[in-house]
């Protein structure tokens, strides 16, 4: 007789903690470190960003195909491949100076107060994506910044795995992590042009506390290196 299986969603009774890891050069994997009450307060934000002035949409790539993703972007909105001051016809909202300052203690705590540059991070624009279940998130690099500095990113909701590569191509070699609710994953350094994705979601492994009825929803603030607007 077999032993039945573990729903999904809830934890094996000796699951093993899940360690801060750094991935490759510059890239490094905080587990957890959002609390839930945090993490709810980021889900209840992502809300109301989603019905603001430029609202959550599936953005269309040059060639005509759309994103699987569905996006909403804060201080600058985002078009393949460039950064612009309004959406489709309106201004993107502000970026808030409490989410900044979370993106600085996120590189803090992956680099150290005294890495270069770690004080002094300043993003300046968010993109929140949400994937349900049939989202992916093909390789890509983030290369429309005048910027070189780390890119943070927030996960909330089900877990995924997350693919990180190398700076030369879309193949291999990569590494896939799986990245949990509440999680920090900051690349930047060697590491800040590597290609990386999504490849698959974990339904149903999100917490029912925060509010979300399902999906994966990422926050990732960067450096545009744009002036700031007036």
Partial sequence: MTDPPVPIGVPELFELPRERAQIAPGAVHVPGWLGPGEQRELVRRCREWAAGPVPMRHVV???GGRMSVRSVTLGWDWEPYRYLRTGPGKRALD??????EL?????VEAYGPEAPGARGYRPDTALVNFYDAAARMG??????EFSAAPVVSLSLGDACVFRFGNTET?????RDVELHSGDLFVFGGPSRYAFHGVPRIRP???SAELGMKGGRLNITLRMTGHAPAG
């Fill in 61 to 63: 790539l040059p060639g």
């Fill in 95 to 100: 970026m808030p100076p409490w989410l900044g």
């Fill in 103 to 107: 993106g600085r203690r996120a590189v």
């Fill in 139 to 144: 390789m890509h690099q983030d290369r429309d």
């Fill in 170 to 174: 879309r193949s291999a070699p990569y």
């Fill in 204 to 206: 149903g492994t999100g």
